[in-house]
């Protein structure tokens, strides 16, 4: 066609190649049967409507292997076609190694627990091993935190004999865990770091790299942070930039994809979790123990909590809270996410309850145990909701929607049903005399006051803060009071 046109053209690599060919394909005749089996298999075949989509009268169906792609001119990448089902059918007639998913069956030395990460019990002995033995100092060595042109690429566990069997019993060889890990430093990603665990042949426990004398922080096996990167990001946070923010900055600098900003925050948080954080610090002029406080309350902060998600407290609860056990299951939570792909099915999260909640108070400040005596808020009386929002007077709600943006009012007032034209105040002054009807009390409470009762804060004169505590319900005094 090309020459026909009167323009030049050249055959691609791929026609080229068939020159040094010295085998022909064989023909292969489809069977019914074979489809039967894919039937049976759940292989569902789609039979679209047939179009023209080659002047030539044929259609190229390539299949990547590595990626586990189809792809069809006629389809989008992830829409079936009946190109694409007619090829599956050709592979797996030829190749049915391919359509593979089952893992192969496992060998009795797996069947003991080789297979990582562990799960259960033996994944909890895992987590509270890194966090008891395998903590950060609170500061750290200037040779660990300073720039570096390379790190090693094989991290192996340092471990040699297994820490809980009596005697010296050797681990096993290392084992990879993978070899596509990658470290992220200020400088850039480096690629194809490969990440192996060890075993014991006794108790099966398992230990993994984790050894911060390298300048890397292992992560989930596959991220791995340099630990100059972490109080870069730690620095950045006390100065008020988000970790996304250093990330986009970073990226834009070094030209290089990072990770997601999640992954990247989430590795930063097991980072701090396994860090010896030595909260010594008070006024300088109060001392650890002020003789005046000054208390406040922050309600930009929330969290969606349904009252009927927290459990109603033990009979023979009275209020008091370990609070270095709430911390550290709250640390054992951040350690743990590198072994779950969602809170939801991590065992170590924490949820909210009103036996298990405590403050932050500094180590030189608090007692052991804490109040939290928040389940008397809510009265037995009444259902909760009720409950919650008799604690909230109108004039108080009020006074939290002068402090909403104009835009926020408006949907306020589309929501409710009312004119959403006119001034503020117009806005303002309808939506508090639409307050006395129940439900647009109700309405607007949720919307301004969030679900949880944002956090309390108390600090002396000078503006240093003493504690911290995340309400779950609506701020009483109370919470002061505890």
Known sequence: MAVRSGLNFSQCEHIRSLENCTEIATEECLKAEVLSEMVVLKFSVHEPALHHYSRLGRVMVTYNSTANTWHCPCAKPRMSCVHKNTTKWHLFQTNPDLFRTEIAPSTPKQQQGTVY??????????VHYIYKHKKLPDSLPDDLVKPRASYITELHPIEASCTICPGSVQLDESKLISKNARI???NGVIKHVSTYFRQCPHCHMMYRYQEWQDGLHNFDDHIILSLELCLYLRANLQNN??????????????????LSRDAVLHAYLHFEALTSHDYSYSCACCGYHPPVVVMDLHKKGVFNLPV??????????????????????VQLEMIARAFFPSRAKNIFAVHPSFEH?????????????????EFEKVSHSKSSAEAELSIVSEDRLTDELMKQKVSTVRKLCKACNLDDKGSRM????????????????????????????G???????????????????????RDFTD
């Open 241 to 258: 930039i988000s970790v996304s923010k250093v990330v986009d900055s970073l990226e834009k600098l070094r030209k290089v994809t990072f």
């Open 117 to 126: 990460p562990p799960s259960g019990e033996k994944l909890k002995q895992l």
């Open 308 to 329: 009927s998600d927290i459990r109603e407290v033990p009979e023979n609860f009275t209020g008091e809270v370990d609070i270095e056990e709430f911390w550290d299951s």
């Open 184 to 186: 992220i430093s200020i």
């Open 426 to 453: 117009d806005l303002l002054t309808r939506l508090r005399d639409e307050m006395k009807n129940r439900h647009t009390y109700d309405k607007i409470f949720q919307k301004i006051w969030g679900a949880s009762g």
């Open 357 to 373: 909640w405590a403050p932050w108070i500094g180590k030189n400040t608090q007692t052991d145990n804490v109040l939290n005596s």
């Open 455 to 477: 956090w309390s804060v108390i600090l002396c004169p000078h503006g240093v803060v003493y504690s911290l505590k995340f309400n779950l319900r609506a701020e009483s005094p």
